[in-house]
């Protein structure tokens, strides 16, 4: 313990440089979208600019979209409204989500934005609906300096490779499961 808190500090001790980072926050415990939204937070204080992609519209009446679609220096869009959960059309789920890409690469091509959330996106490349050689490809190709946040359960292990740093939040015990339906302020 003592040996790794000292490993730890030698590492922030050295680390001096700025650079645009790709985080993924995966795993099946609650916390991924909701962390990804308090970087958002922590940039517009800064007064930097956040772009958000949604690729999966769980829930239409969220406090986080409320919020920050108020805020001056949000770019907010929801891309995965026209998923056939029910129809199982996979070619138009695919077709939709690669609508969204371009949508969400546009703002991976913006130096105007310092962060990009890009929310429950390892669905679509789960679903094999968006190819992931491409979106490791506009990922590189964005502002040395911008950040980007990719949120969701099971990410890729090629992504995560990609990726700077990488949280896998762990499902210890949740309240859904003991009967209590989602909460405002705390689940939506
Ligand atoms: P949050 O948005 O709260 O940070 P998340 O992004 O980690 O959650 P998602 O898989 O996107 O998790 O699910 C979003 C919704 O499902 C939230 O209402 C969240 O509380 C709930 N949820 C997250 N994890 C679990 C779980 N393990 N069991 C039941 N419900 C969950
Ligand atoms: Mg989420």
Known sequence: MRRKK???DAAIARADRDQGLLLVLTGNGKGKSSSAFGMAARALGHGLRV???QFIKGNSDTGEEAFFRRQPGVTWQVLGEGFTW???DRARDAATARRGWAQAREMLRDPNLALVILDELTYPLKYGWLDLDEVLADLAARPSG???VITGRG???ALCAAADTVTDLADVKHAFRAGVRAQRGIDL
């Open 6 to 8: 000292q490993v730890v």
């Open 51 to 53: 772009g958000v992609a």
């Open 86 to 88: 029910e129809t199982q």
């Open 146 to 148: 911008q950040h980007v």
């Open 155 to 157: 990410a890729h292990e």
